[in-house]
C-alpha cells in the first residue's frame, strides 16, 4: 500500500481502500461517483462481488455516519456488504483497517438517526471578478 496517496480527504480514504481490496485479490471499480450507497464493487478470483462503503475514523470504535442510502443497501445486499473503516489520527498515516461484513444484521441496533441539516456544495465553475472599492 501507498502513503504517497494520503491526505485528509475522503478520495484518499476511498483510494486507499481501493489497495486494501487490491492486496487481498479483489479487482476493484471505483463507483463513488455514481451515489449508489457504497464507494467500491470488487469482485474475487472466484467471481463473488461484493460493494464496499469506505469510512475513515480517527480512532478505533468511533462512530461515523452512513446515509440513508448507505444504510438501505446494506440491509439489501447482506453478506456481499461491507463498511471498512480505515483509522487514521490526525495527519500520520493510517495505522489499522476493519472490513465489517454484512454490516446492516451485525450493527443495525447500534445505527442512531439524528437530524442533521443538509448541505450543498458547487464547485468547477467558473466566472469573472470584479475589483470592489471599498472606502475606508
Known amino acids: 500500500l501507498t502513503a504517497s496517496i494520503w491526505t485528509k480527504d475522503i478520495e484518499a480514504a476511498e483510494k486507499l481502500g ?18 449508489c450507497g457504497y464507494d467500491l464493487e470488487a469482485k474475487s478470483k472466484d467471481g463473488e462481488v461484493i460493494y ?14 452512513l446515509t440513508d442510502n448507505e444504510l438501505f443497501h446494506a440491509k439489501q445486499k447482506g453478506d456481499s456488504y461491507f463498511v471498512l473503516l480505515i483509522v487514521q489520527a490526525g495527519f ?15 450493527f443495525q441496533n447500534k445505527v442512531e ?24
Open 18 to 35: 481501493q489497495e486494501i481490496l487490491e492486496s487481498l485479490e479483489y479487482k476493484v471499480l471505483d463507483v463513488s461517483k455514481r451515489n
Open 52 to 65: 464496499v462503503e469506505v469510512k475513515k475514523i480517527s480512532n478505533f470504535a468511533e462512530e461515523f455516519r
Open 92 to 106: 500520520a498515516l493510517p495505522s489499522h483497517y476493519s472490513m465489517i461484513q454484512n454490516f446492516y444484521s451485525r
Open 113 to 136: 438517526q439524528r437530524w442533521v441539516k443538509h448541505e450543498m456544495f458547487c464547485s468547477g465553475y467558473e466566472v469573472s471578478y470584479d475589483k470592489l472599492d471599498i472606502e475606508p
